[in-house]
């Protein structure tokens, strides 16, 4: 009975340390920072449940008026996209001249509008962007972000560690240009419990200090390893802390 007993202790604490031990390493953390399949692959393996999967584009357009635009759609100079209005008087107004003669400051009737069908030009204007000030600037950003958790209880929203990767990919479109920040890639772990002081001195004793800063209140300490460049810092109620993992393409 002793035997069996002891046995038992010994599978309990096999299961204890393979249900909450630390997931990953600081130099694995850094491998999937690189490479999003090396992201996915191993928090399918670990069980993780994924909660987001986000890709967008943004167009990032500057015109020789000075105006900033930023857009799901591609900018253009061509009329042909200038949204197109059939005002109840039965007038039809581009969106150029409404903007110009101040006629829906609000944007009221032009929602409006839009909802009782009355944007003649809805299908071509809805995948592009007139602006009349000639592009001087043009500049394309393609977004992914994936997050995964450790332990999620859907019900809850809560988890003992989340792992949210992000990458962000700049493309030139219009010569010339200039890009105002560099094609990148993130991850960001947030963990609930001890796993944070763990990784914290695995960081410490891998990865060169730089210095400690305050940021929106909080202390944040950063860390040079190799090309990535690492923050972390401890969440307020004692209990965990963020690890940012930041690479520059």
Do not use: H
Request: charge should be neutral; charged fraction near 25%.
């Amino acid at each position: 009975m002793a035997m069996k007993n002891q046995i038992l202790i010994i599978l309990f604490l096999s299961f204890l340390s393979t249900t909450y031990a630390q997931q990953f390493n600081f130099i694995q953390l850094i491998e999937m920072t690189r490479d999003r399949n090396t992201f996915e692959i191993n928090m399918i393996k670990n069980l993780n449940q994924m909660f987001k999967k986000d890709n967008s584009i943004t167009y990032n357009c500057e015109t020789s008026e000075g105006d900033i635009i930023a857009s799901a759609n591609l900018p253009t100079n061509n009329p042909r996209y200038d949204r197109k209005f059939l005002f109840d008087n039965g007038i039809i107004y581009s969106e150029s001249e409404i903007e110009e003669q101040e006629l829906d400051i609000t944007y009221e009737i032009r929602n409006k509008l839009v909802k009782q069908g009355k944007l003649l030009n809805k299908a071509s204007s809805d995948s592009f962007c007139f602006t009349k000030g000639k592009i001087i600037s043009l500049i394309k950003s393609e977004t992914t972000k994936l997050g995964f958790a450790e332990n999620y209880k859907i019900s809850e929203r809560v988890a003992t560690t989340w792992y949210n990767w992000e990458s962000v990919n700049y493309t030139i479109l219009l010569s010339g240009s200039e890009l105002f920040s560099p094609n990148y890639k993130k991850l960001t772990i947030q963990y609930n419990n001890d796993d944070f002081v763990n990784i914290l001195k695995q960081i410490t004793n891998t990865a060169t200090y730089i210095k400690t800063e305050k940021e929106f209140g909080s202390f944040v300490s950063k860390y040079k390893y190799n090309n990535y460049l690492i923050s972390t810092e401890r969440l307020e109620d004692g209990n965990g802390g963020l690890i940012k993992i930041y690479w520059e393409k």
